[in-house]
């Protein structure tokens, strides 16, 4: 038993004393035998939490975030129309990742700016800030290459990068589900957000109300993200080393094919328009 003087107290907690040899008939000195128990102090518990917070802020998501922002609410018509996506410009590389730093109006930049900073919160404390960076930047590219193979237009937004942190939860639904607490809460949450998410588009689709909603952009945005998911994301308990080394190989191979698939048919589909201009 290690024994503890009345004077030995650390700094900054605050403590009991017991003594487990107190009895009627006990002649031991008491205070050498006193235990000490601390109680932390509140203080400390709130510097410990907001320690946490500020350690784990997505700041790779508040920074693009900001730039949207400022975007929004400063850039004029000309630079807004050199950051968006233009199927008659596919050429012009920048445009595959700066069309997601603008909006179309208020709610759409709020809503956008609120999911993605929640979604980088949860995902970086797990698996880091690179990996969900990498995420948000493919969603965004990849969903804006499959829209503009489907049906091609204007893009803006940050709807596919969004959608790629949004289904990559379930990647790591999957990918840690023995070791999540809570786990049929966040399926149940997920659930609603997709299917909220399809309803909205498909009201939109039918009620043909502008701004029109690119439905190809968050499917593949969302793709990305379950794909690139299960092959970046790490296990902690879960999966078997085995299982994870299939996800890693099958996933990236997969997502190497879409990507290159869909690069092709833009590279094809832009070259055809360049040569039926020059024809006529």
Known sequence: MRHFSLDDEPLGEKNIYISPVTTPTSTVDEEKCLVRIPLRDARLHTKDVWKYIVQNLPYFMLVISLAEAIIYFECNADIRKLLRFDPDKKYEIW????????????VHLTLNLFLQCTFAFFLETKQGRLKVAILYLAGG??????????????????????????????????????????????????SVLVLSDITFNLYHFWSREEPVISWEAHLFGGLTGLILGLALYENTKGLQQERKNICLTFSSLLYFLIFTTLVIITIDSGASKCANKMNS
């Open 95 to 106: 445009r595959y990742l700066t069309y997601m730093l603008l909006h179309e109006d208020v």
């Open 141 to 190: 590219v990849t969903g804006v290459l499959g829209a503009s193979c489907i049906n091609p237009g204007i893009l803006i937004g940050a709807s596919a990068g969004v959608y790629s942190l949004l289904i990559s939860l379930v990647a790591d639904l999957y990918l840690n589900y023995e070791n999540i607490k809570y786990k049929a809460y966040r399926g149940i949450c997920i």
